[in-house]
């Protein structure tokens, strides 16, 4: 009871309100005594005591040393380092719930969401191995399928050789170079190389003969599964593309946009497409020319330009946007 300091029962500058209970009785350690005020910084830990037949339940705290500068109280010394709130009407759970208090329980608070933290990322890298096992299987089918596809190939039309396909690449890549396999050399982005020009060659066809170099990285590390490509790897290995003799090559426009393209894709067909387009038209912007044509507005854009550039369109740029015009001054002329 030496903790215990004479208080008006006002609260004081910056202090809260957050419990008050009615019916509490204060013992000094088995002593009954009236209610006094004590300061937060003097608590260790405080614990619950249930009640019993003819015994009202109790919360116990346990208290440091009396200060030697402390303030007039009841009691200048005491002989225990504990007291006791007895509760007549209920109420002994909610102050444990609200708030714990003294440095101890800082520490625990501290302490449960460490805890709670470390079983939240357990569960997630769980998650996650699961995941990978699972990616794993899958390759391994994907594999195990074009394995059947070379060894049955007189005996799969080709209709049916299109679906395995297409199955395979839904599933990702069967056998994904990767850097355990090829060292992190030059060797590696030659292989990877090859692989791009096997993967992305029907999809380019698909989509015109060209492909901006932000969807072939999504589409491959699609296919890849958790063999994930870095952006570094897959421009050093389109940078080889060409050198290899493959039937794709890397472009970087004017404007430093780097596409995908199909070694047959003709830059004079492209630019007669686009005049053709603009002259039907009679004007478009980059938006529009993408919508008709059916492509990304950035490649549409990287169109419209270059034929800007070989001097078959001219540009109104304005407030309302960059709009292309057939070049009249080269075919009235």
């Known amino acids: 009871m030496d903790r215990f300091v004479w208080t008006s029962g006002l609260l004081e500058i910056n202090e809260t309100l957050v419990i008050q209970q009615r019916g509490v009785r204060i013992y000094d350690g088995e002593e009954k005594e009236c209610c006094m005020a004590i300061l937060l ?6 614990e619950e005591q249930a009640a019993g037949i003819g015994k009202s339940a109790k919360i116990v ?9 402390k303030e007039p109280g009841p ?11 007895s509760f007549k009407e209920h109420g002994q759970i909610e102050p444990g719930r609200i708030k714990a208090v003294g440095i101890v329980g800082i520490e625990r608070k501290l302490e449960e969401k460490r805890k709670e933290t470390d079983k939240n990322i357990s569960e997630a890298f769980e998650d996650l191995s699961k995941l990978m096992i699972k990616a794993k299987e899958m390759v391994e089918l994907s594999k195990s399928i074009a394995n059947k596809i070379k060894d049955k190939q007189g005996n799969i039309t080709e ?10 690449l839904s599933m990702g890549i069967a056998n994904p170079v990767t850097r355990e396999t090829y060292g992190s050399g030059t060797q590696y982005h030659m292989q990877l190389a090859k692989q791009l020009a096997g993967i992305l060659q029907a999809p380019l066809e698909e989509r015109g003969g ?3 170099l932000t969807e072939v990285y999504c589409l491959v590390n699609r296919a890849r599964g958790m063999e994930l490509l870095s952006p570094e790897d897959l421009v050093n290995a ?7 003799k493959l039937p794709l090559r890397l472009r970087v426009f004017d404007s430093g946009v780097m596409v995908i393209e199909l070694q047959s894709h003709k830059e004079e067909e492209m630019v007669a497409s686009a005049l053709e387009t603009v002259s039907e038209k009679g004007s478009l912007t980059s938006e529009e020319f993408a919508k008709l044509v059916g492509m990304s507005v ?7 330009l270059l034929a800007e ?7 109104d740029d304005s407030v309302e946007g960059l709009r292309f015009y057939p070049n009249l001054f080269m075919t009235q002329s």
């Open 309 to 315: 550039k070989m001097g078959h369109l001219c540009r």
């Open 210 to 212: 060209i492909m901006s």
């Open 41 to 46: 910084s003097q608590i260790v830990f405080i």
């Open 75 to 85: 009691f200048q010394s005491s002989k225990n380092s504990y007291v006791k709130l």
């Open 61 to 69: 705290v346990h208290l440091h040393p009396a200060p030697p500068n």
């Open 298 to 304: 950035l490649l549409a854009k990287e169109r419209l």
């Open 159 to 168: 209709d049916e050789t299109i679906r395995f396909k297409s199955y395979l």
């Open 238 to 244: 389109c940078k080889m593309l060409e050198a290899l």
